[in-house]
Nanobody, 118 residues
């Protein structure tokens, strides 16, 4: 069964940190690259970060130096550490397997909401 379950979101004040988690089914996690995406209110979903099975990472310019993606292959999980959060980081964050920045699966998880009030 193809499944993605995100967690770890919640209200955080500007300047705070959060660590998001994504638990993927084995079939998804076997994909070489796992990525994080976000959709801010009124905007399209955008790619945020990605990590290969071997560890190399890639980030959108807007989050470089602030977000860190990691994965635990034994737990079929991917994580996103977000530091120094700002109101513009408010979004629903989702994960997916990806090819470069393009998501692979059409069935997304429910995502996890990160509101950062101004």
């Amino acid at each position: 069964q193809v499944q993605l379950v995100e967690s770890g979101g919640g209200l955080v004040q500007a300047g705070g940190s959060l660590r998001l988690s994504c638990a993927a089914s084995r079939s998804i996690f076997s994909f070489n690259v796992m990525g994080w995406y976000r959709q801010a209110p009124g905007k399209q979903r955008e790619w945020v970060a990605a990590i290969t099975s071997g560890g190399p990472t890639n980030y959108a310019d807007s989050v470089k130096g602030r977000f860190t993606v990691s994965r635990d292959n034994a737990k079929y999980s991917v994580y996103l550490q977000m530091n120094s959060l700002k109101p513009e980081h408010t979004a629903v964050y989702c994960c997916n397997a990806c090819e470069e920045t393009i998501p692979v699966y059409h069935n997304w998880g429910q995502g996890t909401h990160v509101p950062v009030p101004s």
